[in-house]
C-alpha cells in the first residue's frame, strides 16, 4: 500500500486528506454495506464515502439501471436534447420536495448545488448578501468557502459573497451552551433579529441552513429552528435554502428531509451524496418564481446526463419501494440508544437522528474537544473491522453515516466495536 500511497502524495495537492496516515486505505471491492481492502480484510462500512454510497455496495437494481443506459451507447447528450431520464427524476424530486410548482436543475455536487442556489437567491432580491450559521459547511467552490463558518475548510477569505454570520446550536460550548429547547430558539431569533439590525445593509438575499450540520460534527438545532428563522426572514423578503446534501432522502429517519423537522417549507433544497449512491449527481429544486430568476441561457454539461439520471432513478425508487426511511428510524435508534448507554467520562455528547450520528469527545471532566481520543476511538474501530468518520470544529467527533439498508444485525455488530473502542480510548484517558 505504501507504494500507491507515495505515488498518491506525488500527483495529488498536499490539501487533500487522506484517512489514516501512512496506513492509508485503498478499497477494491464491495457488497451490501462490506468493503474490501487491497490487503483482503473486509470492513463494515458506517460512513458510505461520506453518506454518500446510501443504499449500498454491489446493488442490483442500481447496477442493472446504469447498464441498460450504457447498453443504449448514450453517455452525453447535454441539455441541449431531452433526457428522459432526467425528466423522470425531476417530476420525482419535485413531487417528493414539499414545495409548489417546484422546479429542478441538475449539477454534479453538493458544492455546485449551493453555488447554484446562490446564483438564483441572489437574483431574485438582487443583492449579493447571504446569512450563514457558524459551523457550517456547504462546499470547496470559491462561493461556497464564503458561506462555510468551519475554518478548516475555508482557504480563502476572498469572496463574491457578502455574508454574516447566526450563532451555531451547538449546546456544549459558545453562546448557546445548555439552553433548552425554547430558550435556544428565543435566543437564536434575537441573534437573527440584531444581525439584520446592525450587520446588513438594504435587501438579504438569503439564509443557507444545514438541518443537521454535517462536516460540522451533526449539530442540529431543536425542532421548529428554522420555523423561527423563517417568520423573521418572511418580515423582510429573505429566502430561506435547505442544504440537504446530507440530511435528505430519509436519512434522519423522521422525514424524508431534514427540514420538515422545522414545520417550514424552503423556496430552495438543496441536495447530492446519497441520491446517486457514488455516482455524480446533485441538484437544486425550488419554487418556479426563484428557479426561474436566472437572467441568461444556463446549463450544467454533466449534472443529469442519462447514466447518473438513471442512477438516481433507480436509488430513489429503491428508498421509497423499501421504506428506507423507516429503516433508517428503526436502526438507527439502536445506535443511538446503544450509544447513549455508554458511561465514559471521554464522550461529551451523542447527538443525531436516524443514521446521522455524531459522538463528541472532550477530556474527562470538561467540555475541551479531545481529538487525540477521537482519533484513537477512529483507529480502534478500524482494528475491529469498522470504518466510520471525523469531523466536528474541532476535529473531536466520530461520524456515523451507514447506508440506509443497514440491517439490525449489522448496527448491533457495528455497536460493539464501537463501545470496545470507546472504552479503550476512556481506559487510556488522562484525567
Known sequence: MSELLDRHRAVMPNWMPVYYGDDALEIVSGSGRRVTAADGRTYLDFFGGVLTTMIGYDVAEISDAVRRQIGTGVAHTSTLYLIRQQVELAEKIARLSGIPDARVFFTNSGTEANESALLMATNVRRSNQILAIKNGYHGRSFGTMAITGHRTWSSSSLSPINVNWLASADRLRGRMARLGDADLIEAAVDDLREVLATVTAGD??????????????????????????????????????????????????????????????????????????????????????????????????????????????????????????????????????????????????????????????????????????????????RAGG??????????????IGPALTLTEEEAREGLTVLADAIATADSEAVF
Open 204 to 381: 438579504v438575499a438569503a439564509l443557507i441552513a444545514e438541518p443537521i450540520q454535517g462536516v460540522g460534527g451533526f449539530v442540529a438545532g431543536p425542532d421548529g429552528l428554522l420555523g423561527a428563522y423563517q417568520k423573521v426572514l418572511g418580515e423582510h423578503g429573505i429566502l430561506l435554502i435547505a442544504d440537504e446534501v446530507q440530511t435528505g432522502w430519509g436519512r434522519t429517519g423522521d422525514h424524508f428531509w431534514g427540514y420538515q423537522a422545522h414545520g417550514v417549507t424552503p423556496d430552495l433544497i438543496t441536495f447530492a451524496k446519497g441520491i446517486g449512491n457514488g455516482f455524480a449527481l446533485g441538484g437544486v429544486v425550488g419554487s418556479s418564481s426563484v428557479m426561474n430568476a436566472v437572467p441568461a441561457i444556463s446549463f450544467s454539461t454533466f449534472g443529469g446526463n442519462p447514466i447518473s439520471a438513471a442512477a438516481g432513478n433507480a436509488v430513489l425508487d429503491y428508498v421509497l419501494d423499501h421504506d428506507l426511511q423507516g429503516n433508517a428510524r428503526r436502526v438507527g435508534a439502536i445506535l443511538l440508544d446503544g450509544l447513549r448507554a455508554l458511561d465514559h467520562a471521554v464522550i461529551g455528547q451523542v447527538r443525531g437522528r436516524g443514521l446521522m450520528i455524531g459522538i463528541e469527545f472532550v477530556r474527562p471532566g470538561t467540555t475541551e474537544p479531545d481529538p487525540a481520543a477521537t482519533l484513537r476511538v477512529f483507529d480502534l474501530c
Open 386 to 399: 469498522l470504518l466510520v468518520g471525523k469531523g466536528g470544529l474541532y476535529g473531536n467527533v466520530l461520524r
